[in-house]
């Protein structure tokens, strides 16, 4: 795709400068990089300081840097903007990015139904029509509308995401409404395969599009000290998953150095940026981890108990089919992984390697900083 290619022209443009002896290291090192999602610009300037190092060295790179993707995926981590580096988790990061993702979503979803669909009912016939044609473009525009909401909230804004989510669900049973009410109008839908090459067509066309803007950190440079701190606790809370006492407790040492006599300037000045701020707070504090990670697990396991639901319907009424047996078997497949990420000892192994990705990503911020 077009964001690709450009990486790819960048990665051959700066590689040809090295050495043909060492070339191959370049090529791995700036690869590292760019699947860490290190700006264009980043990899040029890193693999131009590493091959003017080892020029005046009259080392390998392998000595004076180690291993070429170890090496690259540390740096293109570092490369990254400080507004990615925080919100590295999650699936988007913008209104563009939103759209991208959801547009991709329900190609992936028509492309997996599409073949469903085609083995169990037949590639010709029409299985979707009438109002049900609307339900999948609505849904993910309302699941998207939904998961921007909580973007919003890791920014710090708690009361958008409500009056998001309270929309998302009066969207939803509009939605259902409106497909009873149209129960007799019925348009003629595509045959089954057409859903195949539709889902490509989104796919391809959401990698087409531009990639979004990085957003800059907030400009706190002349908050005062309630609105940094609110700010700061809004983000403890939004983000990082804090209770209300937890966030108010983590800031109770940074408030009462502000209030001391004497004190000057800005809590930003103080501080450093409150995004920033946030991040290492949240590094250096224990967090009801596991909270988030069951919550998402248990979504997913409603997801799996439908299509269970689903298929041992279709199992009872009959008849039992090769497709039947391949979806039952591929249903078994997710009850196993199910249950072993519902193990204890899982969950919290999992809570261990959030919390150590933040105080990483609390380093890199810090790394940053100081250049």
Known sequence: MKRDDHKKSVLDTETEK?????????????????????????????????????????QTPDEL??????????RGKQSRPPAQLLEGS???????????????????LLLVLGIWIGFSDGWNAHTFAGPVMMLFPMMFGLCGFAAWGWVLRTRGRLRAPLCIWAATVAGFAGTVALMTALGGFEAPGPPNWAMLPVGIVLIILAFKLPEPATRPLVDDSAWDDEHYFGYAENLLRGRYLFANKQAASALAESREHRQHPGTRGTAAADFGNVERFAAHIAAA??????????????????????????????????????????????????????IMQWRPSRISSDAKAVQAERRR???????????
Not at 90 to 108: D, E, I, K
Not at 361 to 371: G, H, V
Request: with cysteine; proline share 4%; hydrophobic share 55%.
């Open 361 to 371: 990503t609390a380093r890199l911020l810090a790394d940053a900083e100081e250049k």
């Open 18 to 58: 090295w050495p043909e002896s060492q070339r191959e290291w370049a090529k791995l090192a700036a690869g590292a990089m760019i699947l860490a999602s290190a700006p264009n610009e980043a990899v040029a300037g890193v693999l131009d300081e590493v091959r003017e190092s080892v020029a005046a060295s009259g």
């Open 90 to 108: 999650l699936p988007f990061h913008s209104a563009a990015g939103a759209f991208t993702v959801m547009l991709a979503s329900l190609g992936c």
């Open 285 to 338: 504090t224990r967090t009801p981890l596991k909270r988030g990670i069951v919550l998402r697990r248990a979504g997913f396991s409603l997801i799996v108990a439908f299509f269970g639901w689903m298929i041992i319907r279709a199992l009872i009424e009959g008849p039992v089919t090769a497709w039947l047996i391949i979806q039952t078997a591929g249903w078994l497949c997710l009850m196993a992984l199910l």
């Open 65 to 74: 840097f180690g291993e070429p993707v170890a090496f690259g995926r540390k």
